[in-house]
């Protein structure tokens, strides 16, 4: 199947910066979707972004497909911003997730 | 609108046991999905469903079964649970497979001793 990595891992913030977040794949990809994992549990959907880049507030994302990468950047970061951030792609038979990545803003 | 909703939202079993999850979606969506996330890790597709009568086997199939007998509803069955069936299942719902985002339920915490 495709590899989706992601990177940093985990990511400490203080309140007020900024961070970009990066999926790689492996294969070419028809969908690709940026998800938040809220500490509850509950996964929302971010961006639908098979490419090119889209913004929603203080959260924005690009994604270069012939390069096969993606990153979603999150700017002037919120407590509530924490949790973790996944991407995940459909290459043409099933949706594969990245391992994400745990983002935990203090103020 | 309710969304995506899951039945129950905790269960523990014993090894060898079998029980059913319930999705559930009020969005009149073609495609529903079944994922289960293991600590530390992303989400993997266990079935996945392109229509009412229809399901098709993801990466991890093994040990479940799925039916899809009205559009609204995806139930997930594990006829004979084992300890490594442990896992947090999540089931999600979209308009299509491409051009279109998945939505997610609130997840279903299960524990086989």
């Known amino acids: 199947g495709i590899q989706v990595e992601q990177s940093p891992p985990d990511l400490i913030l203080q309140e007020g910066a900024n961070s970009t977040l990066r999926c790689n794949f492996s294969?070419?990809?028809?969908?690709l979707q940026w998800f938040h994992q809220n500490p509850w549990g509950q996964l929302i959907n971010l961006f639908y972004?098979?490419?090119g880049t889209k913004q929603n507030g203080r959260l924005s994302a690009t994604t270069v497909a012939t390069e096969r990468y993606s990153l979603l950047y999150i700017s002037s970061s919120q407590t509530t911003d924490s949790g973790v951030y996944f991407c995940?792609?459909?290459?043409?038979?099933?949706?594969?997730f990245g391992t994400g990545t745990s983002l935990t803003v203090i103020p | 609108n309710a969304g995506v909703t899951q039945t129950p939202k905790f269960r523990v079993l014993k090894t060898g046991q079998s029980m059913t999850l319930l999705c559930a979606q009020d969005?009149?969506?073609?495609?529903m999905y079944w994922y289960r996330q293991d600590p530390g890790m992303g989400l993997r597709l266990i079935h996945y469903?392109?229509?009412?009568?229809?399901?098709a086997k993801g990466e991890v199939p093994d040990g479940y079964n799925v039916s899809r007998l009205k559009k609204q509803n995806f139930l997930l069955g594990l006829e004979s649970a084992a300890p490594s069936q442990t896992s947090v299942y999540f089931c999600?719902?979209?308009?299509?497979?491409?051009?279109?985002?998945?939505?997610f339920g609130p997840g279903t915490r299960l524990t086989v001793t």
């Open positions: 469903s392109v229509g009412e009568g229809t399901t």
């Open positions: 999600a719902s979209s308009y299509a497979l491409v051009g279109y985002e998945q939505y």
């Open positions: 294969d070419s990809v028809n969908n």
């Open positions: 995940a792609v459909f290459p043409g038979n099933q949706f594969y």
């Open positions: 969005m009149n969506h073609e495609y």
């Open positions: 972004i098979p490419s």
